[in-house]
């Protein structure tokens, strides 16, 4: 069952507590400066840690809420009548769709805007702008497979082939943006618009096998983790986040390069409509956002900057690994139109219990 959404406050208080925050109405840090509350779901792998060390050399506090992209999204629509966060980052062009139809944003135009390509958020109403492109992946233990042409060449493989069946991992909650963005890869290859939610029933019959024929996720064990541990062989994974597992856990991981391409996602930035720091957040979004902190950002944590002033200090194997996957041809209007009834549709009928 989809799991409810507990009262902001209280949740806001536990995760700042299992991060060492102080509450939101607190203003700490160097200068007594305002203290931002910022949602994210791309503070993990110490990206969080880097983030709040480098903001508060420029003069920003930060407290992050460190949740799943579709949490997030969830978080922000609950509580836009009365805001607890004042900038979010890390959603795609889904969610902060949503979030915008639904009124959670409010318009700013960052000193950055002319260094980015503005059509790849909201050019038109300019309340979300692009930071990263990251292609979302299914990746395998070369050791597994150390012949690539004995490798799964495409995500159905995993259930249609026997000999990866009960040897790939598959998640067993929903929230997290990469997980709804591969369920999107996979179904939006069945689009029907007269099918169930738009979805053939060929769509839903491979979303089931998915499921049926995967190892479900052990909660709080990475998946580079149980490849270290021969439990599985392969799984999703978003490019930065296969760099740091690869270097933490000691194994070698390939991406699969499926000829209908990959679906490749742009992580924006975004000032909350209603917050009372409205200032402090837009400073911290031109510092985020600016091609030196990306540039740092990109080189730490392996990731394609969109700002075009970032490329010369960024990683550039980074930047050239994303260019070389294909992009999955994806009608992300659709998929923003379903996400939520696919995913309920999903928990309810699908995911291991």
């Known amino acids: 069952m989809r799991k409810t959404i507990p009262a902001a406050v209280a949740t806001l208080a536990t995760v700042l507590i299992a991060t060492g925050c102080s509450s939101p109405s607190e203003a700490s840090g160097s200068g007594g400066s305002e203290s931002l509350v ?26 992050f809420v460190d949740l799943g992209g579709g949490d997030v999204q969830n978080r922000l629509l609950a509580e836009k009548a009365n805001p607890v966060a004042d900038v979010t980052f890390g959603l795609n062009n889904v969610y902060f769709e949503k979030l915008k139809e639904a009124g959670v944003l409010d318009a700013y135009t960052p000193a950055w805007s002319e260094e980015v390509d503005a059509s790849l958020g909201d050019a038109e109403d300019k ?43 598959v998640p067993t909650e929903l929230g997290g943006a990469t997980t709804q963005m591969v369920l999107a890869g996979i179904l939006s290859r069945h ?108 080189a730490k944590f392996h990731t394609a900057p969109t700002n075009e002033g970032a490329l010369a200090g960024a990683d550039a194997e980074a930047v050239e690994v994303t260019d070389s996957f294909t992009e999955q041809d994806i009608d992300w209007s659709f998929v923003a139109g379903n996400l939520d009834r696919w995913t309920e549709k999903i928990e309810l009928e699908y995911l291991p219990n």
Do not use: C
Not at 38 to 63: C, F, P
Not at 195 to 223: C, K, M, R
């Open 127 to 169: 309340q979300f702008w692009p930071i990263v492109r990251e292609p979302i992946m299914l990746v395998y233990d070369k050791a597994a497979y150390p012949d690539a042409a004995q490798a799964p060449s495409d995500w159905p493989d995993l259930w249609t082939e026997q000999e990866f069946r009960k040897d790939y991992e």
């Open 191 to 298: 689009r029907d618009d007269r099918g169930d939610l738009g979805i053939s029933q060929a769509g839903w019959d491979a979303v089931e096998s998915y499921f049926e024929h995967g190892v479900p996720s052990v909660p709080n064990t990475d998946l580079y983790a149980q490849m270290a541990a021969d439990k599985v062989a392969a799984g999703q994974m978003w490019l930065s986040g296969k760099a740091t597992r690869e270097e933490q856990y000691g194994i070698e991981t390939e991406a699969v390069r499926p000829k209908t391409g990959v679906p490749m996602v742009v992580q924006h930035v975004g000032l909350v409509k209603g917050t009372e720091k409205a200032d402090a957040a837009k400073e911290f979004i031109d510092w985020f956002g600016s091609a030196d902190v990306q540039a740092a950002w990109s």
């Open 38 to 63: 910022v949602y994210s779901n791309s503070v993990s792998d110490g990206r969080g840690e880097w983030l709040e060390k480098e903001a508060e050399k420029a003069g920003h506090t930060l407290q």
